[in-house]
């Protein structure tokens, strides 16, 4: 396909749980974000790669959040023994990114997993 | 530290009304300056962006927004709204061309025929 991919669409996990979210970019985007999005507002930021170096993880909640993108394309978001706090919708989007001479490309979003810690 | 702000919660809109979204920024350095709108059940689309250049820029749908350095804004504009039109409008701002991208708390427009 041609946009942002991310699996699994919904996550259902019992609290002390850990999970994995992937996020498949669109090809050739060189900018991958991770952004949490509680309903009704705005996403926000936790971490964002340029290729495979992330570059700022200063939104990671506390270090029960990692991310990795470890050959520049498929990123996975790992929480681990989740807690009920962090049920929301995790958004991925890519961009072209600096390879395009800095990063004024518009980020494209995948549809989100929406996890929900019971 | 970089922020937005999108001081309305909710803007309500007769069909065929001029409509205005406001949002306001604050960043070190040229700011990048991104709406997006999202439907029901649906991710977030682009709808238009300012980097440099003139200051009103337009964008899908009809839509186009005004940068005002001064004023540190970047109101979004519709000459003529739809119904369609109905959505949340998140505003977002990077720093100059590099770093995160930091998004507002996002406005709900309804349209109302």
């Keep these: ?118 | 530290a970089q922020s937005v702000a999108q001081p309305e919660d909710q803007v309500n809109v007769a069909e065929g009304n001029p409509l205005t979204v406001k949002c306001t920024y604050s960043v070190s350095g040229n700011p990048y300056l991104f709406w997006y709108v999202q439907y029901p059940n649906r991710g977030l689309q682009f709808l238009l962006k300012y980097i440099t250049g003139d200051n009103l820029v337009k964008g899908s749908y009809g839509f186009e927004a005004e940068f005002n350095k001064s004023q540190t804004s970047f109101h979004l504009k519709k000459p003529s709204a739809l119904v369609s039109d109905s959505a949340l409008y998140f505003c977002a701002v990077r720093g100059g061309s590099q770093g995160n991208l930091i998004f507002g708390k996002g406005t709900k427009l309804s349209v109302k025929p």
């Design chain 1, 1 to 118: 396909g041609a946009g942002v991919s991310q699996s699994p669409r919904y996550k259902v996990t019992k609290r002390g749980q850990d999970v994995a979210l992937r996020c498949d970019p669109i090809s050739g985007h060189v900018s991958l974000y991770w952004y949490r999005q509680a309903l009704g507002q705005g996403p926000e930021f936790l971490t964002y790669f340029n290729y495979e170096a992330q570059q700022d993880k200063s939104g990671l909640p506390n270090d029960r959040f990692s991310a990795e993108r470890p050959e520049g394309s498929i990123s996975t978001l790992t929480i681990q023994r989740t807690e009920q706090r962090d049920s929301a919708m995790y958004r991925c989007a890519s961009s072209l990114g600096i390879g395009q001479g800095g990063d004024n490309s518009p980020l494209h979003f995948g549809n989100g997993t929406r996890l929900t810690v019971t």
